[in-house]
C-alpha cells in the first residue's frame, strides 16, 4: 500500500480545505465520535479547519498530518504541542481521523506513527489522547503503546444524539 503521510503548513490548510472537510464531514456522518453532530453539514466542517485548526498551525501550537493514498487525502491527525507552563514535556493526540472508505489499511497507524515520531523530536516524553470508550481505535492506541488511564462515563453524545458515551483517556511514554 502506498500511504504518504505529509505536513500541512497553513497554505496548505487552506488548499486542502474541500478534502479536510469531506474527510470530516464524511466521518461524522459515518458515526465518528470526534466533537461533532451529524448530520455535520460540509460548510461547518470546512470552518472548523480554516477557524479552528489553521490559527492553531499558524501559531505553532499544533501540527497538523495528513494521509495520502493514491494522490487523496484521506485521514488526518492533530499533534497539540503547546501546553501550560508546567507541562512543557506533554503532548495531545487530537482528531485521528481516517475516511470511512480507508478504514482498515493501516493509515490510522501511519498517522499516529508519525505524530509520535514527531513528538519525540521536539523533545516529548508523554502524550496524552482521549477515544469514544469501546471504539476500534482504542486497540490501534494499544497497539503502538497507549495505556489507559481512566475513564469518564456519559462524557459526549455520539453524533447521531441518540445516546451518551464515556471516553477512555489514554498515555503513552515517549
Not at 504518504?4 to 465518528?32: C, H, K, N, R, Y
Not at 489499511?105 to 514527531?118: E, F, K, P, V
Request: charged share 20%.
Amino acid at each position: 500500500m502506498d500511504i504518504q503521510i505529509i505536513e500541512f503548513d497553513a497554505p496548505a490548510i487552506q488548499l486542502g480545505l474541500d478534502s479536510l472537510a469531506q474527510i470530516l464531514a464524511d466521518s461524522v456522518t459515518d458515526g465518528a465520535a470526534i466533537s461533532f453532530m451529524a448530520p455535520l453539514r460540509y460548510k461547518d466542517a470546512a470552518l472548523f479547519w480554516s477557524r479552528e485548526v489553521q490559527p492553531e498551525v499558524i501559531a505553532g501550537r499544533r501540527l497538523l498530518f495528513g494521509a495520502q493514498r493514491r494522490g487523496d487525502l484521506v485521514g488526518t491527525i492533530q499533534l497539540i504541542t503547546a501546553m501550560p507552563p508546567n507541562q512543557p514535556h506533554r503532548c495531545e493526540i487530537a482528531k485521528m481521523i481516517v475516511h470511512p472508505r480507508a478504514r482498515r489499511l493501516g493509515i490510522g497507524r501511519a498517522l499516529i506513527t508519525r505524530a509520535l515520531d514527531h513528538a519525540r523530536n521536539l523533545g516529548k516524553t508523554l502524550a496524552t489522547l482521549d477515544t469514544r470508550t469501546g471504539d476500534v481505535a482504542a486497540s490501534l492506541y494499544g497497539s503502538v503503546g497507549f495505556e489507559v488511564a481512566g475513564t469518564i462515563p456519559d462524557f459526549a453524545w455520539d453524533p447521531d444524539g441518540r445516546a451518551r458515551h464515556a471516553t477512555t483517556y489514554m498515555f503513552c511514554r515517549l
